[in-house]
Structures are given as C-alpha cells and as structure tokens.
C-alpha cells in the first residue's frame, strides 16, 4: 500500500472508531460486561497508542540510531495481521485504561485523539516509501515492524475495537 493510501485509512479508520464511540448514548459508553473495556475504556486505550508516535516520527535519524532498519522483506498487510493476531492480543500495561473512566471525557479523549491524528499525518508525509520500509519501530507484541508495518496494524486497531464494542452492546 502507498505511503497516501496508507495514511488515508489510518486517519478514516480512526475517524471512524471515534465517531462510533461519539455517537453512543451515554448508557453504552459506560456499558461492560466481565472482563471487557466500557466504550470509553477502548477509546482511551486507542489514545494511550496513538500519543507515543507524535514524538517518536519526529527524528528519522533518532529510529535509525535507536532502533535501527528492518533487514528482512517488508511484510504486506495479510502478513502484518496474520502474525498479529498468533499473539497474545494483550495490551502492554502502559496502554491499559483505568477500571473507571469519566464517560463525561469522551468529547476531549475524541479532540486528544484527532490531534494527535493531524500531527501523526503531518509527520508520516515527510517519510519516503523506502523510509516507510526501511526504518522500524518496535511493537510491543511484534517486535520491531517497518513504519509501513506498524501503521499497516495501527489502520486495522480502530477497526478491531470498533467490531469488540458492536459485539458487547449486542448483548444490552
């Protein structure tokens, strides 16, 4: 996928996911079952996620210096979930949500996420294909992804919270 479609999902997706959330009821942004996050419980988690990358774009030369570049073929999308999803799916401790989130946050945690959106395109413009490619950041679960990969999975995180929360209020 190029650079421009890749960032066009990634932005729709979680346009998407945070107009879902900001249209529910205020009963369904509080609503759990056993064992699984509230509306806003997901849409703080797709915030903790998003907020490191600001910075972390920020210097291409401080992914090389850090985290080096990617010596092995680029994965494509199927490849990126397939192994993705042969993982735990369990969300490092740094990107779980507190057991109670004010649900009167919603409106800010949208305006934090679509900030944060803005910036992330604004930074992901400035990187060439090959960088897309080349340079790496690691993933909590995956290790260490292309940027290309880690934004391949990032499109697909709004949609995967998406599909939990439409599943669970099912069952209201």
């Known amino acids: 996928m190029e650079k421009q479609a890749l960032i066009d999902r990634f932005i729709k997706n979680h346009e998407e996911f945070t107009a879902f959330v900001g249209g529910l009821e205020f009963n369904k942004l509080t609503f759990r079952v056993p064992n699984k996050w509230s509306a806003?419980?997901?849409?703080?988690?797709?915030?903790?996620?998003?907020?490191?990358?600001?910075?972390?774009?920020?210097?291409?030369?401080?992914?090389?210096?850090?985290?080096?570049?990617?010596?092995?073929?680029?994965?494509?999308?199927?490849t990126v979930?397939?192994?993705?999803?042969?993982?735990?799916?369990?969300?490092?401790?740094?990107?779980?949500?507190?057991?109670?989130?004010?649900?009167?946050?919603?409106?800010?945690?949208?305006?934090?996420?679509?900030?944060?959106l803005t910036g992330i395109k604004e930074l992901l413009m400035t990187y060439t294909e090959i960088e897309l490619d080349k340079l790496s950041l690691p993933h909590p679960l995956l290790g260490l992804l292309s940027i290309r990969e880690m934004f391949y999975l990032m499109s697909y995180h709004p949609k995967h919270h998406q599909k939990q929360l439409e599943e669970m209020l099912i069952s209201m």
């Open 40 to 78: 806003v419980q997901h849409l703080k988690h797709v915030s903790y996620t998003l907020s490191p990358f600001s910075k972390a774009l920020l210097s291409k030369q401080f992914l090389l210096d850090t985290f080096g570049s990617i010596q092995r073929e680029p994965w494509n999308y199927s």
């Open 81 to 116: 979930l397939d192994n993705y999803l042969k993982t735990s799916l369990k969300a490092p401790e740094q990107f779980i949500p507190n057991e109670y989130i004010n649900p009167q946050e919603t409106d800010q945690l949208i305006y934090e996420i679509s900030d944060d």
